[in-house]
């Protein structure tokens, strides 16, 4: 008997199938969002509203991640761009073979945006990169603020945080303060959009951070 | 519970080593899960016991390291260890913890069984 070592992250298969993607979406200068959040905080709602105010400027396209149904890219459909659903049966995420299996569904070149909704889960989905360019979380004001103390890595690993139903503020003890403090203290340069999906408050700052996010990595395509 | 999609690759990981080594079987290998990774580590090891069937590693022992989170106050630049869902500094009470280490997971050795030496 002897003893190896070996010294492997574990998470090496998933990076390597997300690093495979994501030279896809440089070369292809197609921006990719993986949108994450629980169930119910308006990830859905937000994406209607965004697909329907920048369709006529780019060229936009929707994963929908579920346990199972297609309700979600059925919904994403009706505004005019193509939805693929992925359902993951039991899994809690999706991964970076899942997205790789489905991008054939796409022609990347003629694409400027693909979004990754992500299946409603504050933890799992925050573990696996998918080669996406930005980590978004929906975090919902009716969930409570203490929820980057409950998720850090959620929390930890996103590059925005988009914080939704700021309509309802009035009705619900939610400290905003709180919250973002709470959020920042996890991660220091995170971006903070207050919107009411439902409204449309606040959604002209959300359209400015990814139109600038789009034009950005076009800029720098390869193909 | 992706707990065992984790497994499943630590499996496939412990086996390329092993036969890499020539090795007839797997007895033990050795884990270090972050307190940040996201990582159950009974979870991990539930998911271990059924992903090691019928591989090299069947009758292999899996043994976890908690690793855990190490963090740097921006403010006063405190560094050591911290709780995951309690992001404050313990020295100036400021909300503004950088993660160093604790977010990782990794197999960090196995033991194997060879053939027996030719004395």
Redesign the interface.
């Known amino acids: 008997?002897?003893?190896?070592?070996?010294?492997?992250?574990?998470?090496?298969?998933?990076d390597a199938a997300a690093l495979h993607n994501r030279e896809h979406f440089v070369d292809h200068g197609v921006y990719v969002l993986n949108l994450m959040s629980s169930p119910g905080a308006g990830k859905t709602t937000l994406l209607e509203k965004t697909v329907q105010a920048l369709r006529e400027r780019y060229r936009i396209a929707v994963i929908e991640g579920d346990v199972q149904t297609s309700e979600d890219a059925d919904r994403i459909a009706k505004h005019g761009v193509k939805a693929v659903q992925i359902n993951t049966g039991?899994?809690?995420?999706l991964?970076a073979r899942m997205i790789d299996k489905n991008l054939h569904h796409f022609d990347l070149d003629q694409l400027d945006m693909l979004i990754i909704e992500n299946v409603g889960n504050l933890?799992?989905p925050?573990?696996?990169d998918l080669g996406e360019h930005d980590k978004v979380m929906v975090l919902s004001v009716t969930e409570g603020h203490d929820k980057p103390?409950?998720y850090?890595?959620m929390f930890?690993v996103v590059r925005a945080m988009v914080l939704n139903k700021i309509d309802l503020l009035p009705h619900v003890d939610f400290d905003v303060d709180l919250a973002i403090?709470?959020a920042?203290?996890?991660n220091?340069d995170l971006d903070v959009i207050k919107v009411s999906a439902r409204s449309g408050e606040g959604l002209e700052d959300w359209y400015r951070w990814l139109e600038e996010r789009i034009e950005r990595v076009k800029a720098t395509a390869t193909k | 519970m992706h707990e065992l999609s984790i497994a499943v690759d630590l499996i496939a990981t412990i086996e390329d080593t092993a036969r890499a080594h020539q090795a007839t079987g797997v007895s033990l290998a050795i884990v270090e899960v972050g307190a940040l990774s996201g990582v159950v580590p009974d979870a991990l090891s539930f998911a271990f016991e059924v992903a090691r069937k019928g591989s090299l590693a069947a009758d292999c022992t899996l043994e976890i390291k908690e690793v855990p989170l190490k963090a740097r106050c921006s403010a006063c630049q405190w560094e050591g260890e911290i709780e995951p869902l309690n992001p404050v500094c313990p020295s100036c009470k400021e909300l503004s913890m950088e993660v160093l280490s604790g977010r990782d997971m990794r197999l960090v050795s196995i033991e194997i069984d060879e053939e027996k030496d030719h004395a």
């Open positions: 008997m002897h003893e190896i070592n070996v010294g492997a992250d574990l998470l090496a298969s998933n039991s899994a809690c995420h991964d933890v799992c925050a573990e696996f103390k409950k850090p890595v930890h403090r709470s920042r203290a996890l220091l």
